[in-house]
Nanobody, 128 residues
Framework: QVHLAQSGGGSVQAGDSLKLSCTVS?????????MAWFRQEPGKERLGIAA???????YYHNSVQGRFTIAQDNSKNTLTLQMNGLKSEDTAMYFC?????????????????????WGQGTQVTVSS
């Protein structure tokens, strides 16, 4: 069974940095996986902002390109999102997501329905 556990987040000032982490368990070491970070503001759809797969990526939403960096350790057990130059519009609930196999085909930053496995979410609040 796949399990994702998030850590990090909090309240910061505009221009500050934060790092989110997501510990992933349940995949075999040779699995073809894809992982992503989504964020969601109240009343809005969950938006994919960064993603990577075993054989491609990373990919970024244009709103975070150049400021955020997604990374995965060699064991594929930890997914991180380094967020620099935070802006007030980055305020949202952030979620990590993971999939494997044929579900990793196609766009990794499209609909959140691509992913069946989710972290519990963590709030990021940026004050201007």
């Amino acid at each position: 069974q796949v399990h994702l556990a998030q850590s990090g987040g909090g309240s910061v000032q505009a221009g500050d940095s934060l790092k989110l982490s997501c510990t992933v368990s349940g995949y075999s070491s040779d699995a073809n996986t894809c992982m992503a970070w989504f964020r969601q503001e109240p009343g809005k759809e969950r938006l994919g902002i960064a993603a990577l797969a075993s054989d491609r990526g990373p990919y970024y939403h244009n709103s975070v390109q150049g400021r955020f960096t997604i990374a995965q350790d060699n064991s594929k057990n930890t997914l991180t999102l380094q967020m620099n130059g935070l802006k007030s519009e980055d305020t949202a609930m952030y979620f990590c997501a993971a999939e494997s196999g044929f579900r990793c085909i196609g766009s990794l930053l499209g609909s959140h329905t691509k992913y069946r496995n989710w972290g519990q979410g963590t709030q990021v609040t940026v004050s201007s």
